[in-house]
């Protein structure tokens, strides 16, 4: 005999006659799971759906924080959020590159690109590619991988990869280029802080751009004829307050190549978060070819600069001797927010 278990009495079925007409009401052992609004879990009791808390208890309004901590405050995890710039070239073209390295207990994990010619990809930690992969692009789906559900949509040119989490064990993103294109990828996910602190210890020794390492291209020694002009050592630039102020941008960001062109510097960086003004573009120009600022492949800086628009109307983010730029310390993210206070005094 057909039945169903009606939405709005979850701790009931009904039973129905073949033709349709309702027979009559069925209520469901106690310790049958249901949906309470109030919380996520839920157990029948007397026919009545009641709620369970994170803590297991009934009727209680315990609830898992942003970290995964049962009536936990949320400061036992941090939000890393970031973007990566691709531009593809020919000999790139059906190759897989990292995007980031997502650690074993990552709660929040969002990824999405919204271009053409580049396509997203999940591997786990055996190597194997669990959404996408082997130069194939699939349609939207969910899959379970690291003890977790995996949801990957794509709409034409936009994809999207979403995990509500806990993952049990390490996830790589890649991307895969299938022609020449220019293309950000966003992404964000939750991890406590003790994982943070290893993103960038594996990323190290398994060179997942997650924390990128620089690009050993970049490294080699070139001679650089200096401008004799240029000052021996790179002025000392304070005030922070006022260089916050007058900056076009602020940013966090970590330096993945250095270059030389047109007689300035390049720095590639990926931008880990902006506190001020538009996310710059992947690239950092110098005003000239004097080591000031002198950024380190490999390191993180809090950098704030301008931004220009040359004769052919095309934008460049500046970074110069007197723009304010500071290695990273434990403690400069907190500041910021104080600063951007001041500038409207």
Sequence with gaps: MPFTRMAARQCAAYCYKVGGSRLRQIPLLDGSACEHASSPKGIC???????????????????LDACGVCKGNGKDCEVMNGTRLFQSTADALGTYVDVV???????????EKTCAGLYLAVMDSDGLYVVN??????????????????EYVRDGDKEMIDSVGPTTSKLT??????ELTFCNVRYSLVASKEDMKRIETIAAVEGS????????DENRNEKINVPSSCPKKCPKVKNRVERFCSSDYVVRGLVLRKTTSNFHYEYFVEISEVYKGDSPGATLYTESLCKCPNLKLGETYLIMGSRHVDAQGRVRWMVGAEDYVKPWRKNTGRKLPQLSEKCRK
Excluded: E, F, W, Y
């Design 173 to 178: 993103v890649r991307v895969l280029s299938t």
């Design 209 to 216: 751009p997650a924390s990128s390492k620089p690009s050993q």
């Design 45 to 63: 009791v007397a026919n009545k759906c009641t709620p369970i808390g994170c803590d297991g208890k009934l009727n209680s309004m315990a609830k």
């Design 133 to 150: 992969g082997g130069r194939v692009v699939g349609a939207s789906k969910n899959v379970r991988s690291s003890g977790a559900t995996i």
């Design 101 to 111: 390295l997502i650690p074993s207990g990552s709660r929040s994990i969002h990824v």
